[in-house]
T-cell receptor
């Protein structure tokens, strides 16, 4: 019940295309859903995050779609660029933020071909 | 701000040796986390501290692993004795009682 399941494991997209990464969770107590981006040799960095009181959040080319009833959330990258090539992790935490700590998905390696 | 600082960046050691990884969190942050990342298991939380006090160490694999935070600006993760299966990238992260965790660059540990 503590798991966050992420798919696909890897994704290849052409430049200008849309990248979509999906995550599912079981614990209905989760109330914070961030996405982290990790480039090779670097630590993960927060990309965008959402709380269950909204169904969508957009920041530039990055959008999180949240479906509370289905217990699913997804990351959409519009107009994907080669510079977006990285590993993306979804995560979830319970109320209290850091106090509840983050449960991470296994990650999706995105490659954007020029 | 320099961000979270970890040292060393790379460590190669032989099985049975003691390994100490170091972390300096972002100044003012009151939470510190240690993670391990492998291809097979992804990102795993090992232990986290709040105001220098360990809160949850349920992710620590076994007694060979120990972590300390003697003050607000320094933490160590020690493995003694090290084993080949401990080979991974170890990340330290810190946060300011919020949801956003800031990760360091990681320490790549190879145990031969």
């Amino acid at each position: 019940q503590q798991q966050v399941k992420q798919s696909p494991q890897s994704l290849i997209v052409q430049k200008g295309g849309i990248s979509i990464i999906n995550c599912a969770y079981e614990n209905t107590a989760f109330d914070y859903f961030p996405w982290y981006q990790q480039f090779p040799g670097k630590g993960p960095a927060l990309l965008i995050a959402i709380r269950p009181d909204v169904s969508e959040k957009k920041e530039g080319r990055f959008t999180i779609s949240f479906n509370k009833s289905a217990k699913q959330f997804s990351l959409h990258i519009m107009d994907s660029q080669p510079g977006d090539s990285a590993t993306y992790f979804c995560a979830a935490s319970k109320p209290g933020g850091s106090q509840g700590n983050l449960i991470f998905g296994k990650g999706t390696k995105l490659s954007v071909k020029p | 701000d320099a961000g979270v600082i970890q040292s060393p960046r790379h460590e190669v050691t032989e099985m049975g040796q003691e390994v100490t990884l170091r972390c300096k969190p972002i100044s003012g942050h009151d939470y510190l986390f240690w993670y391990r990342q492998t291809m097979m298991r992804g990102l795993e939380l090992l232990i986290y501290f709040n105001n220098n006090v360990p809160i949850d160490d349920s992710g620590m694999p076994e007694d060979r692993f120990s972590a300390k935070m003697p003050n607000a600006s320094f933490s160590t993760l020690k493995i003694q004795p090290s084993e080949p299966r401990d080979s991974a990238v170890y990340f330290c992260a810190s946060s300011l009682a919020t949801d956003t965790q800031y990760f360091g660059p990681g320490t790549r540990l190879t145990v031969l």
